[in-house]
Every structure is written in structure tokens, then in C-alpha cells.
């Protein structure tokens, strides 16, 4: 199994910690860190600002697709940043924990 973490973002904490605690409740992710963060992007042709929140969900390769579905299904943004990366190194005990956490 290959752990991964899958990454969002949300304009506010209480959108954070909603999303954080469905998708941990579901069990499609064992844990959820929320961390405050400032993003500059293009939308609509315009270059934008502001205040967001990041929420980073440990997981497993195998659970991607549910978690972004329930990512798309729960998200208040029209276009949600959605993207996963492998975590490389992992030491055994978090990878087993990760792996217990998780619905198979």
C-alpha cells in the first residue's frame, strides 16, 4: 500500500474543519492538518489574492479516487484544487497506522 497525501484548499476554517471531519469520519483519511495560508492565482482572467486555508489528508493510493469525489461533492469552490503526492519516505509504524486508519 502507498501512502499518499491529497491536498485542498478552502477560504475559510469552518469550510476546513467540515471537510477535514467528513472525510476522516468516512474513513478516507486517517488524519487531516489544516494550516492557514495566503494564495495568488488567476481565475476568470484576473490575478486574485487572499486568505485560505490548506487541508493536507493522509491516505492511501487506493482511496484517491473517493477522496476526491467526496473532496468535489462537499466543496463549496466552483473549481477546487484537488492534487495528491506520494509520500517517498514513510517510517513503518505511521504507514501501518495510516493503513488501520483508513476504510479498505
Known amino acids: 500500500m502507498s501512502a499518499i497525501a491529497v491536498v485542498t484548499t478552502v477560504a475559510n476554517r469552518k469550510d476546513a474543519r467540515s471537510l477535514a471531519r467528513a472525510l476522516v469520519e468516512a474513513k ?10 495566503e494564495s495568488v ?10 486568505k485560505e486555508y490548506r487541508i493536507l489528508f493522509k491516505t492511501l493510493d487506493e482511496h484517491y479516487g473517493a477522496v476526491e469525489r467526496a473532496i468535489l461533492e462537499l ?10 503526492f506520494p509520500m517517498v519516505h514513510v517510517s513503518p509504524a505511521y504507514a501501518a497506522w495510516i493503513e488501520e486508519s483508513v476504510a479498505v
Do not use: D
Open 28 to 37: 478516507l483519511a486517517a488524519c487531516a492538518q489544516i494550516s492557514r495560508i
Open 41 to 50: 492565482y488567476t481565475w476568470k482572467g484576473t490575478v486574485e489574492s487572499g
Open 75 to 84: 466543496h463549496p469552490y466552483e473549481v477546487p484544487a484537488i492534487h495528491a
